[in-house]
């Protein structure tokens, strides 16, 4: 059962333009939403996350948005460019205790900028 | 750079075979994750160690086996290797939990192992 679905799987957007990558999860004990970027042939590398009781989080071009009733949340990419070409992976948090926490991710999106 | 390391790069193997798989932490960080990134599967959590001890297990087969060492670096171990087990391993690691919430995983760069 996949607990944290991703969409869409590729995305190609004009260089300056909004890159939008959406998330929904299953489990409301997930307590941590973060979005990984990864290039090609790198480890994946946290860009920005939040926590389920803010609505909003912005890190320069990088928003996350959250809606706690609806279990989603996405990812918003402003004024897009070329060196933003990379998949993104959103995830989903547990805390199991005892400094155990556990990352359900995504399936990744391929995001694609063109000049 | 992460300052998470892993060895080999690539290791390329038949079925049936062994492999070793080598992951060396951040300085200081305490815990360490494997994960297995395949095609159609994505990131799948394999297991986690926190100073030394098992504290997390995923979605990992009988046959693959970690541990984590007094100095903190962690091995994976795959056996009977099927062509199925052919992905991209990642390590991460993070720091001592503070209770305060969500702890930064930093990931290797990762082994890829083809099973032929």
């Known amino acids: 059962q996949q607990q944290v679905k991703q969409s869409p799987q590729s995305l190609i957007v004009q260089k300056g333009g909004i890159s939008i990558i959406n998330c929904a999860y299953e489990?409301?004990?997930?307590?941590?939403f973060p979005w990984y970027q990864q290039f090609p042939g790198k480890g994946p590398a946290l860009l920005i996350a939040?926590?389920?009781d803010v609505s909003e989080k912005k890190e320069g071009r990088f928003t996350i948005s959250f809606n706690k009733s609806a279990k989603q949340f996405s990812l918003h990419i402003m004024d897009s460019q070329p060196g933003d070409s990379a998949t993104y992976f959103c995830?989903?948090?547990?805390?199991w205790g005892a400094g155990s926490y556990q990352l359900t991710f995504g399936k990744g999106t391929k995001l694609s900028v063109i000049p | 750079d992460s300052g998470v390391t892993q060895t080999p790069k690539h290791l390329i193997t038949a079925t049936g075979q062994r492999v070793t798989l080598r992951c060396s932490p951040r300085?200081?960080?305490?815990?360490v994750y494997w994960y297995q990134q395949s095609l159609d599967q994505g990131l799948q959590f394999l297991i986690q160690?926190?100073?030394?001890?098992?504290?997390a297990k995923g979605n990992i087969l009988e046959r693959f086996s970690a541990q984590q060492f007094p100095d903190l670096h962690s091995e994976l171990n795959l056996s009977s290797l099927e062509l199925g087990d052919s992905a991209l391993y990642f390590c991460?690691?993070?720091?001592?939990?503070?209770?305060?919430?969500?702890?930064?995983?930093?990931f290797g760069p990762g082994t890829r192992l083809t099973v032929l």
């Open positions: 991460a690691s993070s720091p001592k939990a503070t209770g305060l919430g969500y702890n930064e995983q930093f």
């Open positions: 300085s200081g960080d305490l815990s």
């Open positions: 160690y926190y100073n030394g001890e098992e504290r």
């Open positions: 489990n409301t004990a997930f307590d941590y």
């Open positions: 939040i926590r389920p």
């Open positions: 995830a989903a948090s547990m805390n």
